[in-house]
Structures are given as structure tokens and as C-alpha cells.
Nanobody, 122 residues
Framework: QVRLVESGGGLVQAGGSLRLSCAASGRTFSRYAVGWFRQAPGKDREFVAAISRNGGSIYFADSVKGRFAISRDNAKNTVYLQMNSLKPEDTAVYYC???????????????WGQGTQVTVSS
């Protein structure tokens, strides 16, 4: 029902910023909660942030609170992840995922993008 494409990744020095975008193809994008997840080499995928259907509720992993921000523009079918004060440990492939209705567990997200690489150098 929806296809997701991440963009905006790249190489940045520690302390720098990047903004990731998650573009969706569905006509009913506003009905989906969206989460951001990341996976570093040799590690399990972990939750980063999530946003509710109308943007009224947001959630962050403790590791990124105060540094990252999530927002959405339903008119553009896009969710953004603004990443500031980046650290080498933020290096990972970042994925966006969507599920109908409310934000939920990682396993409940039905639609996933292909990911975008974020590399933070020291």
C-alpha cells in the first residue's frame, strides 16, 4: 500500500548535521505512523525515532534525545529526521518504516525502505 525511499545520508564529521528524508508513494500517507531505525555493522537494528499520523506525538531513543528531531509533511508524503551533533556511534544504515494507525513495536511496521548510509567520522 505504500513504498518508502530514504535519502540524505552521507559522510559527515563528528559534530556535524544531516537531514534524512523518507518519501512515500501512497495516497493515504497521513494514515501511517512512521519510525526511523538504524543498523550498524555487526549490530542489531535499533529504534531511533517515531512520529504519529498527524505529527502530534514523537518518540526518541535515549541515545539521540536532544540531538535528533523528527517531523512530517503529509502534503509532501515525506518524513524527515534531522540529525545534529552527530557522533561516530551514529554510523549506521538508517531505515524508515510505516504502519497503519498508531506508532508501535518494530515488528509491527509493515513497510520498509531500502535504507540510506550515514557515516560519521572522528
Amino acid at each position: 500500500q505504500v513504498r518508502l525511499v530514504e535519502s540524505g545520508g552521507g559522510l559527515v564529521q563528528a559534530g556535524g548535521s544531516l537531514r534524512l528524508s523518507c518519501a512515500a508513494s501512497g495516497r493515504t500517507f497521513s494514515r501511517y505512523a512512521v519510525g526511523w531505525f538504524r543498523q550498524a555493522p555487526g549490530k542489531d537494528r535499533e529504534f531511533v525515532a517515531a512520529i504519529s499520523r498527524n505529527g502530534g506525538s514523537i518518540y526518541f531513543a535515549d541515545s539521540v534525545k536532544g540531538r535528533f528531531a523528527i517531523s512530517r509533511d503529509n502534503a509532501k508524503n515525506t518524513v524527515y529526521l534531522q540529525m545534529n551533533s552527530l557522533k561516530p556511534e551514529d554510523t549506521a544504515v538508517y531505515y524508515c518504516a510505516a504502519k497503519p494507525g498508531l506508532v508501535g513495536r518494530e515488528s509491527d511496521y509493515d513497510y520498509w525502505g531500502q535504507g540510506t548510509q550515514v557515516t560519521v567520522s572522528s
